[in-house]
Structure formats: structure tokens, C-alpha cells
């Protein structure tokens, strides 16, 4: 990280919890998310995430890679040259559907799960509907494909640990619509 001083701040506050608030995410988690990597930025979030779950090692190991000689240059923006993006033809977006069975702890509110869990931004997902129970809650998103993957919809779920048994929260099934 650029900044050490921001980063040793940033690791204290996570010391105490999952959330820089605790163990629920908040306003504040939000807020530095933003401020670290920008406002809708899901390439980017996707990439850091990506990223973090290989060890120093395994990224030391890697070797460099030429770039394609037709390769679009981004900026950090995110922006394509307005000629590339002119010239791509319009692509079909590949959706798919998914049921997710999320385990409820006893006496959550499935409810207030329900709407922690919309308050989450993700480029590329459609909640669907939640219908539930007292036990468990189903989840029937629809996802566009390479924005969000099976694993996301799950660490959207089992973060909420004061109200999901993560080890029993799963991905029912995956679709291709």
C-alpha cells in the first residue's frame, strides 16, 4: 500500500472485528472501501479480491505477461479510448439464476437479513426475491455472469454472522438463463 501510515490505521481498526465498525459491516466499512478503491468500481473489487486470495508467495512466482498487441488501453478510470468502445460490437449480457438457502441462526430475523443483505452494492446483481422460514432464508438472485460468482453470494450471506450458520448457508443451484 502507497500510504504505510493509512495502513496500519486501516489494520488496527480490523484487529478488533471482521468490519472496521465491529463484527457487522457499516456507513464507516463503506465509506473507506470508496475512498481505497473508488465508488462502482466492481473490475476492480473484483481484481483486489482475486488478488488477495493468493499468498506473497504464489504472486512472487508469476512471470510477466507481454500484452496482446490489439489490447485496449484503460486508464485507472476505468474509461476506454471513445474509438475501442465505438468500434466493440454489442455484446449479449450471459445471466444466470441461482437459489441460495441461507441458514438462519435461531431467533434471527430473516427479515432484517433480508434487507442488510440489498443494502449490499455489486454491479451485476439482480436480488430477486427472498421467501423464508423460521430455519432458513432463500435467496433467488440473478447474476450477470463474471460479475458475480458463486462465492460472492455466499460472502454476502455468512457475513452476517449474528444472524446466518455459515457452514450450513449454501448455493443451491447455478442456472444459465
Do not use: C
Not at 27 to 38: H, M, P, S, T
Not at 105 to 122: H, T
Amino acid at each position: 500500500m502507497a500510504d504505510a501510515k493509512l495502513a496500519a490505521e486501516i489494520a488496527g481498526k480490523l484487529g478488533n472485528g471482521a468490519y472496521v465498525g465491529g463484527e457487522t459491516p457499516s456507513a464507516a466499512d463503506v465509506k473507506l472501501f470508496n475512498q481505497l478503491l473508488g465508488e462502482g468500481n466492481s473490475h476492480l473489487h473484483r481484481w483486489v479480491k482475486s488478488m488477495a486470495s493468493y499468498t506473497a508467495d504464489e504472486r512472487a512466482a508469476w512471470k510477466a505477461v507481454k500484452p496482446a498487441k490489439d489490447a485496449v488501453k484503460v486508464s485507472v478510470s476505468g474509461d476506454a479510448p471513445a474509438a475501442a468502445a465505438a468500434a466493440a460490437p454489442e455484446k449479449k449480457v450471459a445471466k444466470s439464476a441461482a437459489v441460495v438457502e441461507v441458514a438462519l441462526k435461531a431467533g434471527a430475523d430473516g427479515a432484517k437479513l433480508q434487507k442488510l443483505i440489498k443494502q449490499i452494492k455489486v454491479e451485476g446483481l439482480d436480488f430477486g426475491k427472498f421467501t423464508g422460514g423460521k430455519d432458513t432464508l432463500k435467496w433467488e438472485p440473478v447474476v450477470e455472469d463474471g460479475k458475480v460468482e458463486k462465492q460472492d453470494l455466499l460472502d454476502m450471506t455468512q457475513g452476517f454472522k449474528n444472524y446466518v450458520v455459515a457452514e450450513k448457508t449454501k448455493v443451491a443451484s447455478w442456472k444459465s438463463l
